[in-house]
């Protein structure tokens, strides 16, 4: 990465964590307290896409926040700056990078869903893996009656099991 590209991502990180900060500010009293680690997922010019796609799947879920690019950039005009959103009530973070990096989401890291259903993991399943990889097909394992693990069409990898 250059030196440019990594001014940007310390920019775009440090913008992170003062959007955190503000959601924060924004808490009523009824509301449950901040997670303190969140997930930050980085696109290159598919968060918002992503963001709606994953908020279809879960219960639960909302953008929280967004801002987004505008002409005088970096990024795209239009692009996700910076976005809060929720899944199942789990707070994460997603941005469009502008810089162009030599790597994207991997295996190695995955969110780990307990669905509560067999239909809820099928489901799942199905949705997550279209257009994605497979890495574990949907099946019995000595581990899980029922367990999948896939990327989707993002790059971002899902490991689903049904909750015992």
């Not at 162009?100 to 780990?112: D, N, Q």
Request: net charge positive; with cysteine; aromatic share 12%.
């Amino acid at each position: 990465m250059n030196r440019l590209a990594a001014r940007y991502v310390v920019l775009v990180f440090l913008a992170a964590l003062a959007g955190g900060v503000r959601a924060e500010e924004k808490k009523t009293e009824t509301s449950s307290p901040k997670q303190k680690i969140t997930t930050f997922l980085m696109f290159e010019g598919k968060a918002e896409e992503a963001m709606k796609f994953y908020m279809s799947l879960f219960k639960d879920s909302k953008i929280v926040s967004m801002s987004k690019y505008g002409k005088e950039g970096p990024g795209p005009e239009g692009t996700v700056m910076h976005a809060i959103f929720t899944l199942d009530g789990q707070e994460f973070m997603a941005i469009d990078s502008p810089a162009k990096h030599g790597f994207t989401f991997t295996a190695s890291m995955s969110l780990y869903v307990n669905c509560a259903t067999k239909d809820e993991i099928d489901t799942l399943y199905k949705k997550l893996s279209e257009g994605g990889k497979v890495f574990m097909e949907l099946g019995k394992y000595p581990f899980s009656e029922r367990f999948g693990w896939v990327s989707d069409k993002f790059g971002v990898a899902w490991q689903l099991t049904l909750a015992k």
